[in-house]
């Protein structure tokens, strides 16, 4: 490490942190708003501006994007966050890189690869018009004549509703499943100020909801999150929450609605960086045929639905050698195992 002592999780605040993903944007990473998630650890130096985002999972670091850093420390916190998980006696995984974190990492002897990519839908231009979409605005109309009303929710007021339906949503997903975190969102908490919430209830009830969070940079807008729902809850009710925020940001005019990192789609030869490994390459593309860690395309055909105009290829990255040890504990972290 560098002669300057780096300080961790206690000496970092929410609030710096929170500030580092709003002012130093420019790795355009969709999902920045993951980084103030309770639970995730920091790493700084002092008298530097920036942070590292990161969970321990194993015997790994596991490091969320790159650092929220301006150009000038960025690569100084690459370097001594590295040192640090080695005089810790820790391995180092990195995911959810931007292209222009992959390529500064590959240039620091990091392995570096595609592991899947993030979605958006250019607000200034949406449209669910034409025969493409009339499936969708049919699944839509069938929601709302059930009786389903979308509304603009506070989270205090709704606590009770939202809680009632993660805890019947999960076992949706199968026996033995377990809420992802890390990767994904969070309601309540000191942040839930800064996400904004729909709800789909009939008669009062919820029955689905939609969380979304904060984008900050040149496609910022809003990330669509948390997307949960009743086991019994008519057919096209996320739909139609997500179709009434839509027209909620167009009016407040948001450019962009963003769907967050989906593993192993849209893998594609152009997309790789220089020194990336041909077998971690081949694992992924294995995952996305197979669908055997995470039901990635289930998750992409709902994001399709809605016409997304950017694509945003995300990156994992390892000192030296790419890690399968070390995309497992990517998922342990995610709770995903």
């Known amino acids: ?34 980084a103030v998630n309770e639970g995730n650890s920091y790493f700084a130096l002092p008298g530097r501006p920036g942070v590292i985002v990161y969970r ?30 080695t005089a810790r006696g820790r391995r180092l995984a990195v995911i959810q890189l931007q292209r222009r974190d ?3 990492y590959a240039g620091e002897g990091f392995t570096v690869n595609q592991v899947g990519a993030s979605y958006a839908v250019d607000l200034t231009a949406f449209t669910l018009a034409g025969s493409r979409y009339m499936q969708l605005r049919n699944k839509i109309s069938r929601a709302l004549r059930s009786g389903l009303t979308v509304v603009e929710a506070d989270y205090e007021q ?24 890390y990767l994904v969102g969070q ?15 009939i008669d009062g009830e919820a029955i689905g909801y939609v969380s979304y969070s904060p984008v ?35 009016s407040e005019g948001v450019p962009w609605l963003h769907f967050g990192f989906t593993p192993f789609t849209s893998l594609s030869d152009e997309r790789e960086v220089p020194g990336h490994s041909l077998g971690f390459k081949w694992l992924m593309h294995h995952l996305w ?13 709902y994001k399709q ?33």
């Open 305 to 337: 639905k809605w016409n997304q105009s950017l694509v945003l290829t995300e990156y994992a990255a390892f000192p030296g050698r790419a890690s399968a040890e070390g995309f497992v504990n990517i998922w342990r972290a995610a709770n995903a195992m």
């Open 216 to 250: 900050y940079g040149a496609n910022e807008g809003w990330m669509h999150d948390l997307s949960r729902r009743l086991p019994d809850s008519p057919a096209g009710v996320m739909e139609a929450v997500n179709k009434a925020a839509i027209d909620v940001f167009r």
């Open 187 to 201: 309601t309540g908490g000191p942040m839930q100020k800064h996400r904004r919430l729909f709800v789909g209830h």
């Open 102 to 104: 992959a390529e500064i």
């Open 56 to 85: 321990p999972a194993g015997d790994f670091l596991i490091q969320f994007g790159g650092p929220f850093a301006p150009a000038a420390s960025y690569v100084d916190l690459v370097r001594a966050f590295a040192d640090h998980a």
């Open 289 to 301: 045929e197979n669908q055997v860690v995470y039901p990635a395309s289930s998750q992409l055909a």
């Open 1 to 34: 490490m560098s002669s300057q002592t780096s300080q961790d999780t206690l000496g970092v605040s929410v609030e710096y942190v929170l500030n580092a993903i709003q002012e130093f944007s420019a790795s355009e990473n969709p999902s920045s708003f993951l």
């Open 158 to 181: 709704w606590r009770d509703g939202v809680d009632d339906i993660n805890t019947r949503w999960l076992p949706l997903k199968g026996e033995g499943a377990r809420p992802l975190e």
